[in-house]
T-cell receptor
């Protein structure tokens, strides 16, 4: 059974620092992996989608990498800002069952 | 702009009452999903539908029901059989299974039992 783990559960860093959020999954037979952002009381906003054949995707200050063989993905945030404070979730799309499996998220707090 | 609209944003349910949460999308997506989110438990799949007039149970379907009469609409009914319905409910869609467009989510409905 595919399990998705995000460590740490919470993270606080000073503004301006570069940071890395981690996502690991147990079954490497994934179709793609998607990173989301969730603000308190809001829905999920898609940040980046990495297909299984890709190694990384970039959008602005965000860079997501994927290593299927080791079952890991990272989300790199450059020059963090207070507006980056949110919960970040990763989700793995399995070709079978047409469902995605979510991690429990990392709650990020950027200190001004 | 295309997207997913969930309504209402807040919903209050009395004991023994059925309530229906609305989810509408204008993205022309085939597949739609309902998730429940509780603090510390992440997102759990309630029901999903790959095509009109067809749907499948997710991991926590007991106490819930859905219908998919139109491609753009996937309402969720929380029945009185759901003993602990207080949660944040999220609706999502994707073009179809096995695609590389990813998932789009609505803004959610917070349901509270009073």
């Amino acid at each position: 059974k595919q399990e998705v783990t995000q460590i740490p559960a919470a993270l606080s860093v000073p503004e301006g620092e570069n940071l890395v959020l981690n996502c690991s999954f147990t079954d490497s037979a994934i179709y793609n992996l998607q990173w989301f952002r969730q603000d308190p009381g809001k829905g999920l906003t898609s940040l980046l989608l990495i297909q299984s054949s890709q190694r990384e995707q970039t959008s602005g200050r965000l860079n997501a990498s994927l290593d299927k063989s080791s079952g890991r993905s990272t989300l790199y945030i450059a020059a963090s800002q207070p507006g980056d404070s949110a919960t970040y979730l990763c989700a793995v799309d399995l070709r079978r069952d047409d469902k995605i499996i979510f991690g429990k998220g990392t709650r990020l707090h950027i200190l001004p | 702009d295309g997207g997913i609209t969930q309504s209402p944003k807040y919903l209050f349910r009395k004991e023994g009452q059925n309530v229906t949460l609305s989810c509408e999308q204008n993205l022309n997506h085939d597949a739609m999903y309902w998730y429940r989110q509780d603090p510390g438990q992440g997102l759990r799949l309630i029901y999903y539908s790959q095509i009109v007039n067809d749907f499948q149970k997710g991991d926590i379907a007991e106490g819930y029901s859905v219908s998919r009469e139109k491609k753009e609409s996937f309402p969720l009914t929380v029945t009185s059989a759901q003993k602990n319905p207080t949660a944040f409910y999220l609706c999502a869609s994707t073009p179809s299974g096995g695609n590389n467009y990813g998932y789009t989510f609505g803004s959610g409905t917070r349901l509270t039992v009073v």
